[in-house]
């Protein structure tokens, strides 16, 4: 059945759908989301499960993530303090405009940025976990090795890009005789297998300095990448942050900073709230149309920022009166002037959540940007590499191709706190390019203004904004009088198909006020939720 046929899920059916756990592991894959709760089963806390998981997505999700690619996360401490562990990646030292063409931005060896994926769950579980390395990379490893049933949405994903993938070594790792893995077949990662065996053995710095880096480089340099040994020696431990905060209907939305994209998800926040003021969300069709227009006028900004102004860093973007002036031209203009839409390809990221009985919550996003990042992978190795040089524009701009330069992102793991006692209510993430943002404004805005419970919220149809001025709608909110003030307003509509793949994944966590949580994965995504006593 395909994944937008599948009835929303929340917590595990054993459960059933009322919160009565403490603990919670919500993920893209069902293989993850055991190795998560089979990880707080053996005494690991919130962030062994997550990094746990994450290992586990890296082999059953390799479209989209792995070791080839970043990770970024949000964590709520036991005494309650919020940190950003951000380990975003950088570009080789020689990339620039010369050494690499807009077609090779996008995918082949020369799209890639230096790996971080790595380096930063293990960082931040060696930081904040209990559990050694070996346990939590050990259900990775047992997946890599016995296989899983390859379902239908993976086989989908296989097709879209088979043409692409049989270029080079990933049609050997991922293609079954140069065509997609049949539905139900048992596929297995053996390289892989054996790679994350040598991480647990010689550690992960054995990635950047060691036997692997080593084989990194040669397949770069017999390939034309541009990755060499000083780019992977120089990859830093990630940089250990505070997170962005906006207030929202009486909440404190929490997300992190650029060049991830809590920055466009917050200033949305603060559009929805001065469109309200312009009369825009006193319908159900006006509320999804001011959806669009927030997260369509978040993204304008970004694209129109200088290299002399880091991507929305500045505390003037994310306030109120700039919200205020912002939308008060969007109210003012009936056609405003678009930026021409990103032709970039759907993104596939992954998102996952964890969160245990002492009070730790981690949100934690990880991608290779594009579905199969750059298309190419290390054939005994066993992983794909990332393309995130695409997300690079080649004009002057804070995020620019340049030498060690930051691509931007939109990953956005997210926290809602509610209260004088900066209580937790929701915490949740999403895996979908720019649609990362649109899918949690709309899914909080719809737990905290509307009341719906967090597996409802998830499952209920989208509305995305495009910077261009195409207006994405899942069905069946595509409803007349959304789409007649759309076209009044100059805006395209485009309609999707109820669950779409496009309207990104978010998986969340609700938290109730006598400690219980429920967990909700996204029907658009092969994901479940867990809950452990």
Request: hydrophobic fraction near 40%; glycine fraction near 8%.
């Amino acid at each position: 059945m395909l994944a937008a046929d599948r009835e929303p899920r929340g917590v595990a059916p054993a459960e059933g759908r009322k919160p009565v756990s403490l603990a919670a592991v919500v993920t893209a894959f069902p293989l993850a989301t055991q190795a998560g709760l089979a990880t707080l089963r053996a005494g690991g806390n919130a962030m062994d499960a997550a990094v746990a998981a994450a290992w586990a997505l890296s082999v059953c999700e390799p479209s989209a993530s792995g070791l080839g690619g970043q990770t970024s996360m949000l964590v709520r401490r036991t005494d309650g303090s919020i940190r950003i562990i951000d380990g975003q990646s950088r570009a080789p030292a020689a990339a620039s405009l010369e050494t690499i063409t807009a077609v090779q931005q996008r995918r082949g060896h020369r799209a890639c940025t230096v790996p971080s994926a790595p380096a930063t769950p293990d960082w931040a579980q060696r930081q904040y976990g209990v559990l050694s390395r070996a346990q939590v990379l050990a259900p990775a490893i047992g997946n890599a090795e016995d296989g899983y049933p390859i379902t239908q949405l993976q086989h989908r994903q296989c097709r879209w890009v088979a043409q692409c993938l049989r270029a080079g070594a990933a049609a050997e790792l991922f293609l079954a005789d140069g065509r997609p893995p049949p539905v139900g077949s048992t596929f297995r990662q053996p390289a892989l297998a054996v790679t994350l065996r040598e991480l647990v053995r010689r550690g992960i710095e054995d990635f950047y300095q060691g036997s692997i880096a080593r084989r990194i480089t040669a397949d770069m340099a017999a390939c034309g990448g541009l990755i060499t040994a000083a780019d992977l020696s120089a990859c830093a431990p990630p940089v250990e942050t505070d997170p962005l905060s906006v207030e929202y209907a009486g909440c404190r939305i929490v997300s992190a900073p650029a060049p991830n994209g809590g920055p466009q998800l917050l200033m949305a926040f603060n559009l929805l709230k001065e469109l309200a003021e312009h009369g825009f969300a006193r319908s159900e069709s006006g509320w999804r149309k001011a959806l669009a227009l927030a997260v369509s006028a978040a993204f304008r900004e970004r694209e129109h920022m200088s290299s002399q102004q880091p991507a929305l860093t500045l505390r003037d973007p994310l306030s109120r009166d700039h919200a205020r002036r912002v939308a008060a031209a969007i109210a003012g203009s009936r056609k405003l002037a678009f930026t021409a839409d990103c032709a970039e390809e759907p993104g596939d990221t992954t998102h996952l959540m964890a969160c245990d009985q002492h009070g730790m919550i981690v949100s934690l996003t990880q991608s290779i940007q594009s579905v199969f990042g750059a298309k190419v992978a290390h054939r005994t190795l066993g992983f794909v590499y990332n393309n995130y040089l695409c997300t690079c524009p080649r004009t002057p701009h804070a995020h620019a191709l340049a030498p060690r330069c930051r691509p931007r992102s939109n990953i956005a793991p997210t926290l809602v706190l509610g209260g004088p006692a900066a209580t937790p209510l929701l915490a949740l993430g999403a895996a979908g390019s720019r649609r990362i943002i649109s899918a949690i404004l709309q899914v909080t805005c719809d737990v905290i203004d509307h009341g719906r419970d967090i597996v409802s919220a998830v499952d209920a149809p989208r509305v995305h904004g495009l910077v261009g001025g195409k207006v994405w709608i899942e069905r069946p909110a595509a409803d007349d009088a959304l789409l007649s003030s759309l076209l009044a307003s100059g805006r395209e509509p485009v309609i999707r198909s109820r669950h779409s793949y496009a309207m990104a994944a978010v998986h969340a966590l609700q938290f109730s006020p006598d400690g219980g949580v429920t967990g909700a994965a996204d029907p658009r995504r092969d994901g479940t939720a867990g809950t452990f006593q």
